[in-house]
């Protein structure tokens, strides 16, 4: 079977690690997989992508424009929305014609727009697209932050400031969307079982098939090793328990590093001793931004897209802390209890389907700075951390392998494919 995965870019970004992964577990699974982006890292022969480089940049920047200008020459927002109003058209490239089913992902910032999606269904083959987040079931958002217009009707969206001087731009991408997908069957896969609830609920997909898979993760790569010899490597302390903070943009808001602080605020002041036993490690873009406020010894450790650092990175540390106010099925999580580091989080998205609570981790409840702190006290000074390093590790071996991934994306391939060809 010829798979055709679609996605912006080949590594940058979750959905990218993803998407990389499954084109690896499929090509080992015995299937023939391709991956076509806009943004090529590697010379991986099996990833091609889009012609015209600066055509692709005019599209990115055209559709930041036009939100820019939409949201009142306001930044604030210009990252959280997209419209797909400019993209390719890839129904005419060979890697199309040959596939048997293209793989979507996640295809935002100019890559395809939604006249191109509608070409792509036109199209006969069968289409299945990887939510790695909510905005395939909405008008423009990719994080509803408590909207449920999407239920109903998406209108006067929160993310463009109240601007209706130019009409309603999210009711118009939503009318949009629902004439893209008239008459169309698509296989919808969210990657945790939240969001594909979340989905099922969106008046956009109604009548369409919403699956969840997880995403898979190499566990023989993505394993353990001496903390010592990784401590050594990446520059932390020996002689210390680590706190360890992974985010491509550790600013970024929606990650949570402002709880982060705060439990560690609460930490230091309740328990001065931990100031000498414990240290932070960011791993992250503008790690250095927040290491001030930080009261513990703070190590920022730069963006790095270097597998092997990575690995050692979480190996280095004793305790992963993703406090994120939105997530799916973060790669982060499965990374660090894939190298045996149990993981803190809130209750919110597909983070209570990784972590089990005390039994390889935290759950902490939602936006609570306080109960994070009391889970990075448990799982550093009071839990058994052998028994809870080995359960993360084995939780992710037992739901997450590559080849469990893999075998369970080829049924939607080929329910997919059986579907399209009862209607032929």
């Not at 909207?147 to 991408?173: I, M, P, T, W």
């Not at 989905?199 to 956009?204: D, E, G, H, I, V």
């Not at 309740?270 to 873009?285: N, Q, S, T, W």
């Not at 994120?324 to 809130?346: D, H, K, Q, W, Y």
């Given at each position: 079977?010829?798979?055709?995965?679609?996605?912006?870019?080949?590594?940058?970004?979750?959905?990218?690690?993803?998407?990389?992964?499954?084109?690896?577990?499929?090509?080992?699974?015995?299937?023939?997989?391709?991956?076509?982006?806009?943004?090529?890292?590697?010379?991986?022969?099996?990833?091609?992508?889009?012609?015209?480089?600066?055509?692709?940049?005019?599209?990115?920047?055209?559709?930041?424009?036009?939100?820019?200008?939409?949201?009142?020459?306001?930044?604030?927002?210009?990252?959280?929305?997209?419209?797909?109003?400019?993209?390719?058209?890839?129904?005419?490239?060979?890697?199309?014609?040959?596939?048997?089913?293209?793989?979507?992902?996640w295809i935002n910032q100019g890559m395809l727009s939604l006249d191109g999606i509608r070409k792509i269904l036109n199209s006969g083959k069968p289409v299945v697209w990887?939510?790695?987040?909510?905005?395939?079931?909405?008008?423009?958002?990719?994080?509803?932050?408590?909207?449920?217009?999407?239920?109903?009707?998406?209108?006067?969206?929160?993310?463009?400031?109240?601007?209706?001087?130019?009409?309603?731009?999210?009711?118009?991408?939503?009318?949009?969307?629902?004439?893209?997908?008239?008459?169309?069957?698509?296989?919808?896969?969210?990657?945790?079982?939240?969001?594909?609830?979340?989905?099922?609920?969106?008046?956009?997909?109604?009548?369409?098939?919403?699956?969840?898979?997880?995403?898979?993760?190499?566990?023989?790569?993505?394993?353990?090793?001496?903390?010592?010899?990784?401590?050594?490597?990446?520059?932390?302390?020996?002689?210390?328990?680590?706190?360890?903070?992974?985010?491509?943009?550790?600013?970024?808001?929606?990650?949570?590093?402002?709880?982060?602080?705060?439990?560690?605020?609460?930490?230091?002041?309740?328990?001065?001793?931990?100031?000498?036993?414990?240290?932070?490690?960011?791993?992250?873009?503008?790690?250095?931004?927040?290491?001030?406020?930080?009261?513990?010894?703070?190590?920022?450790?730069?963006?790095?897209?270097?597998?092997?650092?990575?690995?050692?990175?979480?190996?280095?540390?004793?305790?992963?802390?993703?406090?994120?106010?939105?997530?799916?099925?973060?790669?982060?999580?499965?990374?660090?209890?894939?190298?045996?580091?149990?993981?803190?989080?809130?209750?919110?998205?597909?983070?209570?389907?990784?972590?089990?609570?005390?039994?390889?981790?935290?759950?902490?409840?939602?936006?609570?700075?306080?109960?994070?702190?009391?889970?990075?006290?448990?799982?550093?000074?009071?839990?058994?951390?052998?028994?809870?390093?080995?359960?993360?590790?084995?939780?992710?071996?037992?739901?997450?392998?590559?080849?469990?991934?893999?075998?369970?994306?080829?049924?939607?391939?080929?329910?997919?494919?059986?579907?399209?060809?009862?209607?032929?």
């Amino acid at each position: 079977m010829n798979i055709l995965i679609v996605n912006t870019s080949e590594n940058a970004g979750g959905a990218a690690v993803a998407a990389s992964r499954l084109m690896c577990a499929l090509n080992q699974n015995g299937e023939h997989a391709t991956m076509l982006v806009r943004d090529k890292d590697t010379d991986n022969p099996n990833v091609v992508a889009l012609n015209n480089k600066w055509l692709q940049r005019w599209r990115f920047l055209w559709e930041r424009l036009y939100i820019y200008i939409r949201c009142s020459f306001s930044r604030r927002h210009l990252f959280d929305i997209d419209i797909a109003n400019t993209g390719a058209d890839i129904t005419g490239l060979k890697v199309f014609k040959e596939a048997d089913v293209i793989h979507l992902h996640w295809i935002n910032q100019g890559m395809l727009s939604l006249d191109g999606i509608r070409k792509i269904l036109n199209s006969g083959k069968p289409v299945v697209w990887t939510m790695h987040d909510i905005w395939p079931a909405t008008a423009i958002c990719h994080i509803t932050h408590g909207c449920n217009n999407f239920k109903s009707v998406c209108r006067e969206c929160q993310y463009l400031c109240g601007n209706s001087g130019y009409g309603d731009l999210a009711h118009a991408v939503w009318q949009r969307k629902l004439r893209m997908l008239k008459g169309q069957h698509l296989h919808f896969v969210a990657c945790s079982r939240w969001l594909a609830g979340e989905a099922r609920k969106s008046a956009l997909l109604r009548g369409q098939t919403v699956a969840s898979i997880p995403n898979p993760i190499d566990t023989g790569v993505f394993c353990q090793s001496s903390t010592e010899d990784a401590r050594r490597r990446v520059g932390l302390p020996l002689d210390k328990r680590v706190v360890l903070f992974v985010a491509q943009r550790a600013t970024n808001v929606n990650k949570g590093m402002a709880y982060l602080i705060d439990a560690c605020k609460m930490l230091a002041q309740e328990y001065p001793d931990m100031r000498e036993k414990i240290c932070v490690a960011v791993l992250g873009g503008h790690a250095d931004e927040v290491m001030d406020e930080i009261p513990f010894p703070a190590y920022p450790l730069g963006y790095t897209s270097d597998t092997a650092r990575i690995i050692d990175v979480y190996n280095a540390s004793d305790v992963f802390v993703l406090p994120s106010l939105s997530e799916n099925l973060p790669n982060t999580i499965m990374e660090a209890m894939a190298c045996g580091v149990p993981c803190i989080g809130f209750n919110v998205g597909g983070i209570p389907e990784m972590i089990d609570h005390q039994k390889n981790g935290y759950v902490a409840r939602f936006r609570d700075s306080a109960d994070l702190a009391k889970g990075i006290r448990w799982i550093l000074f009071d839990a058994d951390y052998d028994a809870l390093s080995k359960c993360a590790r084995r939780k992710i071996v037992d739901s997450y392998s590559l080849q469990s991934v893999a075998m369970r994306y080829v049924e939607v391939y080929n329910h997919a494919i059986a579907i399209k060809h009862y209607k032929l």
